[in-house]
T-cell receptor
Framework: DTAVSQTPKYLVTQMGNDKSIKCEQN?????MYWYKQDSKKFLKIMFS???????INETVPNRFSPKSPDKAHLNLHINSLELGDSAVYFC??????????FGQGTRLTVV | KQEVTQIPAALSVPEGENLVLNCSFT??????LQWFRQDPGKGLTSLLL?????REQTSGRLNASLDKSSGRSTLYIAASQPGDSATYLC???????????FGEGTQLTVNP
């Protein structure tokens, strides 16, 4: 069983479109995250949710909106996609600052 | 603001060598430190987690040490194998909030 799963794995879309990435974890963790890995492979936190509440919101454009319907899910919706949004987006989960487990990533390409 | 640095950025070694990857962080007020492995086009695989109160952790051929006061961690890989080729990432978790701050990684190539 996959511990942290994201869909889709690949996403190619045109500028201006709206898209969503879904994430689910079956580890019973209470904290979930979204990270962005840029073209230089550098990973940076975007959002963190604890028990469905937003606790970290880095300087991310407000076109990015996370939604956590329950503790096991954290989705990322992106409005009005721009070329610079192209990156790999990783979902992760942990038991409040414990060992973090990552999904396989979603490679977003905006054309 | 926490900053994490990994040295070297890339490393190429012949199979069988023992090697050390270095990680340093600027703020010693960490909750834990985690080493990950990332294969090309793949996600991150957790290798070792060291709590701030611990000095080292071992898993198979891997040993990670932590010197919190000096802001350093090392990942020791014994008897390297071609299958160890990957990017190794170091990340620290803050005491004040739930986030990991990553280094830029060390790209390791083990040649047969």
């Amino acid at each position: 069983d996959t511990a942290v799963s994201q869909t889709p794995k690949y996403l190619v879309t045109q500028m201006g479109n709206d898209k969503s990435i879904k994430c689910e974890q079956n580890l019973g963790h209470d904290t979930m995250y979204w990270y962005k890995q840029d073209s230089k492979k550098f990973l940076k936190i975007m959002f963190s949710y604890n028990n469905k509440e937003l606790i970290i919101n880095e300087t991310v454009p407000n076109r990015f909106s996370p939604k956590s319907p329950d503790k096991a899910h954290l989705n990322l919706h992106i409005n009005s996609l721009e070329l610079g949004d192209s990156a790999v987006y990783f979902c992760a989960s942990s038991r409040d600052r414990g060992e973090a487990f990552f999904g396989q990533g979603t490679r977003l390409t905006v054309v | 603001k926490q900053e994490v640095t990994q040295i070297p950025a890339a490393l190429s070694v012949p199979e069988g060598e023992n090697l050390v990857l270095n990680c340093s962080f600027t703020d010693s007020a960490i909750y834990n430190l985690q080493w990950f492995r990332q294969d090309p086009g793949k996600g991150l695989t957790s290798l070792l987690l060291i709590q701030s109160s611990q000095r080292e952790q071992t898993s198979g051929r891997l040993n990670a040490s932590l010197d919190k006061s000096s802001g350093r961690s090392t990942l020791y890989i014994a008897a390297s194998q071609p299958g160890d080729s990957a990017t190794y990432l170091c990340a620290v978790s803050e005491t004040s909030g739930s986030r990991l701050t990553f280094g830029e990684g060390t790209q390791l190539t083990v040649n047969p």
